[in-house]
């Protein structure tokens, strides 16, 4: 979430985010996320909610691991939208964004969608993405110790993750050791010609970067402050390549640094590659069409490398279906359009594709964009976007007994709803407040409360159905 691009609590793109798994490939800077006000900069794939500022004070439904049974009935919506997440899970399982994996999650909604009746179409787009494999970061030791007439010890390539948004490049120099990379972590005699080693944390990546490039950097090399390596996420393109690496990496050339003149090679490379937006559609009721008007109902069906995103974003993708099957006899005044977003994970890659093909026309009828991601875990279910669907939902949460928060906005993070929303088209975000667990190993079935399934889908369901709804689009 997002973002997303992208978080790692979600959020790679802040130093605090948790580590992930080495990705094959990241997003090249072609690829910038959205930004609108009121809703922030995205900085990483998955949202982080700001702190909420209305409660609804509904009773919230027991929650219940998915992995064990529950002891309370759930919504129907709920157990419809579990038996999705399951499958997600348990038999896809991981769908890193641009692969196979995602492939093969992109035809099993194409199909369940149809299966609903609906028409679908798969909306495939090319995105260049920074290589892990590719890019690399090579080091010459030069110590005191050693007799002048030696050649300089050559270390082992280190593994290395490029951050979202670095440009492709090269670079070679000596390293310099910055800390965090905060002002006055810089050397006063600059940093021009040299490599810029930082260390993770207390600021985000995008501040160190710009930071050390500003200073005459000719690359920017970030190691984790915790074990392992991680997908690091900058809002914007800087002047300089950067990478990551891990925090043993990390300390072992500082060490090296106390000992003598360390130099680095450092190289950022893409690769072409493709996903799939998928779209269903199901037309307005013939003798209540209104100005061509639709609303689109989507979620990222993509999960970071190595893992199966129970939560982010099965959980989302998972409701999304729920509500297609829901909602596939009704009889609507409006043009409903659900979709599975490829690549956010990579930046909101397939929702701004999705965006950039609709005519002005297109983008004049959606009356609002509903987005699920990463809804499943958290006290209670959460709401935020337009004020005046954030409104409606409050008041039909209210009226299904549901207990829901409303946030500010994100707060270091984006989700696809942020593509939208750069156009002008009301959008509400549907999410759970608990993140921790996102891009991590743990976020698994275990973890994912049904009763927020149910609670987002049944929010989204009596919004549709209202009277009040196409008011509020007006």
């Known amino acids: 979430m997002l973002f997303l691009s992208i978080l790692a609590v979600l959020v790679a793109a802040c130093s605090s985010s948790t580590p992930s798994t080495l990705p094959a490939t990241i997003p090249a800077p072609t690829t910038l996320s959205p930004t609108l006000a009121p809703i922030p900069t995205p900085l990483s794939s998955t949202p982080i909610p700001a702190t909420p500022t209305v409660q609804v004070a509904a009773p919230a439904a027991t929650a219940v691991p998915a992995a064990t049974p529950s002891p309370v009935p759930i919504r129907p919506l709920a157990e419809s939208a579990l038996g999705y997440?399951?499958?997600?899970?348990?038999?896809?399982?991981?769908?890193?964004?641009?692969?196979?994996?995602?492939?093969?999650?992109?035809?099993?909604?194409?199909?369940?969608?149809?299966?609903?009746?609906?028409?679908?179409?798969?909306?495939?787009?090319?995105?260049?993405?920074?290589?892990?494999?590719?890019?690399?970061?090579?080091?010459?030791?030069?110590?005191?110790?050693?007799?002048?007439?030696?050649?300089?010890?050559?270390?082992?390539?280190?593994?290395?993750?490029?951050?979202?948004?670095?440009?492709?490049?090269?670079?070679?120099?000596?390293?310099v050791a910055i800390g965090l990379g905060m002002e006055g972590d810089l050397p006063q005699e600059g940093l021009a010609g040299k490599i810029a080693l930082i260390q993770r944390g207390v600021i985000q990546f995008q501040e160190?970067?710009?930071?050390?490039?500003?200073?005459?950097?000719?690359?920017?090399?970030?190691?984790?402050?915790?074990?392992?390596?991680?997908?690091?996420?900058?809002?914007?393109?800087?002047?300089?390549?950067?990478?990551?690496?891990?925090?043993?990496?990390?300390?072992?050339?500082?060490?090296?640094?106390?000992?003598?003149?360390?130099?680095?090679?450092?190289?950022?490379?893409g690769i072409v590659q493709t996903s799939n937006n998928v779209v269903a559609t199901k037309p307005a009721s013939e003798v209540s069409i209104i100005d061509h008007a639709s609303v689109v109902l989507g979620g990222h069906y993509d999960t970071v490398p190595n893992v199966s995103?129970?939560?982010?974003?099965?959980?989302?993708?998972?409701?999304?279906?729920?509500?297609?099957?829901?909602?596939?006899?009704?009889?609507?005044?409006f043009t409903l359009r659900f979709v599975g977003f490829g690549s956010e994970e990579l930046g909101l890659v397939g929702s701004?594709?999705?965006?950039?093909?609709?005519?002005?026309?297109?983008?004049?009828?959606?009356?609002?964009?509903?987005?699920?991601?990463?809804?499943?875990?958290?006290?209670?279910?959460?709401?935020?976007?337009?004020?005046?669907?954030?409104?409606?939902?409050?008041?039909?949460?209210?009226?299904?007994?549901?207990?829901?928060?409303?946030?500010?906005?994100?707060?270091?993070?984006?989700?696809?709803?942020?593509?939208?929303?750069?156009?002008g088209i009301p959008v509400l975000m549907f999410y759970g407040p608990d993140f921790s667990r996102i891009h991590t190993s743990s976020d698994t079935l275990e973890f994912v409360k049904p009763s927020l399934l149910g609670d987002a889908a049944q929010m989204a369901l009596a919004i549709l159905r209202s009277p009040d709804f196409l008011a509020v689009g007006e």
Not at 309 to 333: H, I, K, Y
């Open 85 to 175: 997440l399951t499958y997600l899970v348990e038999e896809l399982g991981p769908r890193e964004s641009a692969t196979q994996q995602e492939l093969d999650g992109a035809e099993y909604l194409a199909s369940q969608f149809e299966g609903f009746g609906y028409s679908v179409e798969l909306q495939p787009f090319s995105i260049t993405s920074l290589s892990a494999e590719l890019s690399e970061l090579s080091i010459d030791v030069l110590t005191n110790t050693l007799d002048e007439s030696q050649e300089p010890q050559t270390t082992d390539v280190i593994p290395v993750i490029p951050l979202i948004s670095s440009p492709e490049g090269e670079a070679s120099g000596s390293l």
């Open 309 to 333: 995103g129970a939560n982010d974003n099965s959980s989302g993708t998972a409701v999304v279906l729920a509500l297609a099957e829901a909602l596939a006899q009704d009889s609507l005044p």
């Open 208 to 269: 160190k970067v710009d930071r050390a490039a500003e200073a005459g950097a000719l690359a920017a090399v970030i190691y984790n402050n915790i074990p392992g390596n991680f997908q690091g996420v900058m809002s914007s393109t800087p002047s300089i390549p950067a990478l990551a690496i891990s925090q043993l990496d990390g300390q072992r050339i500082e060490e090296l640094l106390e000992a003598g003149e360390v130099t680095a090679s450092v190289s950022v490379e």
């Open 352 to 423: 701004q594709h999705y965006v950039d093909s609709l005519t002005e026309d297109e983008k004049d009828g959606i009356i609002a964009m509903f987005n699920f991601d990463a809804l499943g875990s958290g006290r209670q279910a959460g709401v935020l976007g337009d004020l005046a669907l954030t409104a409606l939902a409050i008041e039909k949460a209210g009226e299904e007994g549901i207990s829901v928060q409303a946030g500010r906005g994100l707060q270091g993070g984006g989700s696809d709803h942020m593509s939208f929303a750069q156009e």
